[in-house]
């Protein structure tokens, strides 16, 4: 049985849930309510995991799974495996998953079938682009979850027209108080700029399977960030630096001089880079948000088809470039001519996601 009160399990694998579960987790140490995490080491890499534990200082997760590398399937399947045994031991009251990975699938599927009531932050985003495997993730976790916290009203609409069984809370992304509450630490803290032998640059994050597995897209890409016309700072994912290497693009990026490759940074270095850069270009979704806190306003070319977070374009921080070269070249350059004003307004909420999402469970679950 779960405990009288409020029990929650965090379900989570990645760098990016790390990140926007750290202000929920401080939110739910505030109100004292009782909650262990269970983190799937979908990301095993200690730069993608154990490091923004320490950084955000939050506990060791009480359990690891040591899910590691694998097919989707294989992935899917060990985490099930794994929450189902923690969750017959240790039922909870409610089970909370973040965003689109593997790890938060096999949360919310571990959790419907022992009818423990599921909670998904980040609920009803969609990029209707098929070829991903987080737009089945996602859309799957939103219609098995209980509580659905959606960051926008776009979101929010969507999860309606889809009619999901559970409710719909708009609440804001804890992406953007997770910015604010580290933002100034980063700017005093972090030393990375000493690092960067640019004054100009542009920060460049790519590891999307569709972009980074595909050679022709990769390789169109590598071409782009040679002829841009600012140096670029690019912290690489470990998935990005194995197939440039593997499809032999690496040595053209690390002999450009006007291109500083990094492993993947901590938070407070990414922080700080992005503050300090010209503009943003990525296939990131966090980044893509990130951008638009109003501590940060800068602008991001997604090199992406489509984008889950089109709020952002429309509030005209951001723009989907798709990943052709001559494209992305021509509309930086229309950019250099002419950038655009940012909003003071994040469409991502206010910074107070965190503490909404759990004012909501409190109420809901109402123990
Ligand atoms: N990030 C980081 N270091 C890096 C690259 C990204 O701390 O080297 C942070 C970034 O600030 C954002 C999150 O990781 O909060 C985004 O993660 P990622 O791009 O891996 O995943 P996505 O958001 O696309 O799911």
């Given at each position: 049985?779960?405990?009288?009160?409020?029990?929650?399990?965090?379900i989570?694998?990645?760098?990016?849930?790390?990140?926007?579960?750290a202000?929920?987790?401080?939110?739910?140490?505030?109100?004292?309510?009782?909650?262990?995490?269970?983190?799937?080491?979908?990301?095993?890499?200690?730069?993608?995991?154990?490091?923004?534990?320490?950084?955000?200082?939050?506990?060791?997760?009480?359990?690891?799974?040591?899910?590691?590398?694998?097919?989707?399937?294989?992935?899917?399947?060990?985490?099930?495996?794994?929450?189902?045994k923690?969750?017959?031991?240790?039922?909870?009251?409610?089970?909370?998953?973040?965003?689109?990975?593997?790890?938060?699938?096999?949360?919310?599927?571990?959790?419907?079938?022992?009818?423990?009531?599921?909670?998904?932050?980040?609920?009803?985003?969609?990029?209707?682009?098929?070829?991903?495997?987080?737009?089945?993730?996602?859309?799957?976790?939103?219609?098995?979850?209980?509580?659905?916290?959606?960051?926008?009203?776009?979101?929010?609409?969507?999860?309606?027209?889809?009619?999901?069984?559970?409710?719909?809370?708009?609440?804001?992304?804890p992406?953007?108080d997770?910015?604010?509450?580290?933002?100034?630490?980063?700017?005093?803290?972090?030393?990375i700029?000493?690092?960067?032998?640019f004054?100009?640059?542009?920060?460049?994050?790519?590891?999307?399977?569709?972009?980074?597995?595909?050679?022709?897209?990769?390789?169109?890409?590598?071409?782009t960030?040679?002829?841009?016309p600012?140096?670029i700072?690019?912290?690489?994912?470990?998935?990005?630096?194995?197939?440039?290497?593997?499809?032999?693009?690496?040595?053209?990026?690390?002999?450009?001089?006007?291109?500083?490759?990094?492993?993947?940074i901590?938070?407070?270095?990414?922080?700080?880079?992005?503050?300090?850069?010209?503009?943003?270009?990525?296939?990131?979704?966090?980044?893509?948000?990130e951008?638009?806190a109003?501590?940060?306003?800068?602008?991001t070319?997604?090199?992406?088809k489509?984008?889950?977070?089109?709020?952002?374009c429309?509030?005209?921080?951001?723009?989907?470039?798709?990943?052709?070269?001559?494209?992305?070249?021509?509309?930086?350059?229309?950019?250099l001519?002419?950038?655009?004003?940012?909003?003071?307004?994040?469409?991502y909420?206010?910074?107070?996601?965190?503490?909404?999402?759990?004012?909501?469970?409190?109420?809901?679950?109402?123990?």
């Amino acid at each position: 049985m779960p405990r009288n009160s409020l029990d929650i399990r965090i379900i989570m694998g990645t760098r990016p849930e790390i990140i926007k579960f750290a202000p929920i987790i401080r939110e739910l140490k505030n109100q004292n309510i009782y909650f262990d995490v269970i983190f799937t080491d979908q990301h095993f890499d200690y730069n993608l995991s154990k490091k923004f534990f320490e950084e955000l200082e939050l506990d060791n997760p009480k359990y690891h799974l040591n899910i590691g590398k694998g097919t989707q399937g294989e992935q899917t399947g060990k985490a099930i495996i794994g929450i189902d045994k923690i969750l017959i031991k240790e039922p909870s009251n409610l089970v909370l998953v973040q965003g689109d990975t593997n790890s938060s699938l096999a949360g919310a599927l571990a959790a419907v079938k022992l009818h423990n009531k599921i909670g998904h932050i980040e609920a009803g985003l969609r990029s209707y682009d098929y070829r991903m495997p987080e737009e089945y993730n996602r859309r799957i976790i939103d219609h098995i979850s209980d509580l659905l916290f959606a960051p926008t009203e776009k979101s929010t609409k969507i999860l309606e027209n889809e009619n999901v069984w559970g409710k719909i809370f708009c609440t804001g992304n804890p992406i953007i108080d997770a910015c604010n509450q580290h933002f100034n630490y980063a700017e005093k803290k972090s030393e990375i700029l000493s690092n960067i032998p640019f004054e100009n640059y542009i920060l460049v994050t790519t590891h999307r399977a569709e972009n980074v597995d595909n050679p022709s897209v990769l390789n169109n890409l590598v071409g782009t960030f040679l002829e841009v016309p600012i140096p670029i700072v690019f912290p690489a994912h470990p998935r990005t630096i194995n197939r440039l290497k593997q499809f032999s693009l690496y040595k053209k990026l690390i002999n450009s001089k006007k291109i500083l490759i990094l492993p993947p940074i901590g938070y407070f270095d990414l922080l700080k880079l992005m503050y300090h850069c010209a503009f943003i270009i990525t296939d990131s979704g966090g980044i893509q948000e990130e951008a638009t806190a109003p501590i940060m306003r800068k602008f991001t070319f997604v090199i992406r088809k489509t984008t889950d977070r089109p709020e952002s374009c429309e509030l005209g921080f951001s723009k989907v470039v798709g990943t052709d070269k001559d494209v992305i070249l021509t509309n930086i350059k229309e950019f250099l001519r002419n950038p655009p004003k940012l909003s003071n307004k994040s469409p991502y909420g206010d910074g107070k996601a965190s503490q909404k999402i759990i004012s909501i469970i409190i109420k809901e679950l109402d123990i």
